[in-house]
Structures are given as structure tokens and as C-alpha cells.
Nanobody
Framework: QVQLVESGGGLVQAGGSHRLSCAASGGTLWNYVVGWFRQAPGQEREFVAAIRWSGSTTFYADSVKGRVTFSRDNAKNTVYLEMNSLQPEDTAVYYC???????????????????????WGQGPQVTVSS
């Protein structure tokens, strides 16, 4: 069973940058799609970015495209979310998640939907102050 442990939550000033990490244990991520989601108070969980571990294409939500970079370290089984030009509306709890690649086939848009992810990190808070 995959376990995801996130780190890097905190307070950031508007216009600043911040990086979140998510380390996986309990198995290889080779057969998974790994995604980042966020949830602001009173709002639904929102897709941010995703990557199929066995591939190279990264998918981004339109709301963060150009400001966010999703990277990974295969040797460490760790993914990172680098966020730039942060604004108060980026304030949210940020979750990393892993879903079986079999449930999220290539060409499918299921990577955007939280219900296809089986394992979740604890979700650190990122607060952007104006």
C-alpha cells in the first residue's frame, strides 16, 4: 500500500514562491498517476497537476499553468510542486495523491478527478498573504 507524506506547507507573501514535497513509500509509483490537488475553505477539491509515472507528460490546470511546475525524483520516489507568483486565491490545503494507472488510462481526463485517486497525503496548508 502506497503511503504519501507531504512537507512544505507554510505562509507565503503574495508574489512569492513556494515548494511542496511528497514522498511515497510502501511501493513503487511506476504503475500510478500522481497528482496534486488543492482545497480552499468552503470549496471543492480542485485539480492542480498530474503526471503518469511511467511517462513524461505533465498535465496542469488552466488556473495554474505557467506558474506551477510539477517535478519528480525517481530515485527518491518523491514529487515536488513548485509554485511561483502566488496570490491570495492560491491559499488552500494542498494534497498529493496517487491513483492506479489502470483506472486512469492514457488519453483519459480522469487524472483531473479526485475520485480516481486511491492514496492521499495529509495535506499541508499553504497560506498566501496579501
Amino acid at each position: 500500500q502506497v503511503q504519501l507524506v507531504e512537507s512544505g506547507g507554510g505562509l507565503v507573501q503574495a508574489g512569492g514562491s513556494h515548494r511542496l514535497s511528497c514522498a511515497a513509500s510502501g511501493g513503487t509509483l511506476w504503475n500510478y498517476v500522481v497528482g496534486w490537488f488543492r482545497q480552499a475553505p468552503g470549496q471543492e477539491r480542485e485539480f492542480v497537476a498530474a503526471i503518469r509515472w511511467s511517462g513524461s507528460t505533465t498535465f496542469y490546470a488552466d488556473s495554474v499553468k505557467g506558474r506551477v511546475t510539477f517535478s519528480r525524483d525517481n530515485a527518491k520516489n518523491t514529487v515536488y510542486l513548485e509554485m511561483n507568483s502566488l496570490q491570495p486565491e492560491d491559499t488552500a490545503v494542498y494534497y498529493c495523491a496517487a491513483g492506479s494507472a489502470g483506472s486512469i488510462p492514457c488519453g483519459s481526463l480522469r487524472y483531473k478527478l479526485s475520485r480516481y485517486y486511491d492514496y492521499w497525503g495529509q495535506g499541508p496548508q499553504v497560506t498566501v498573504s496579501s
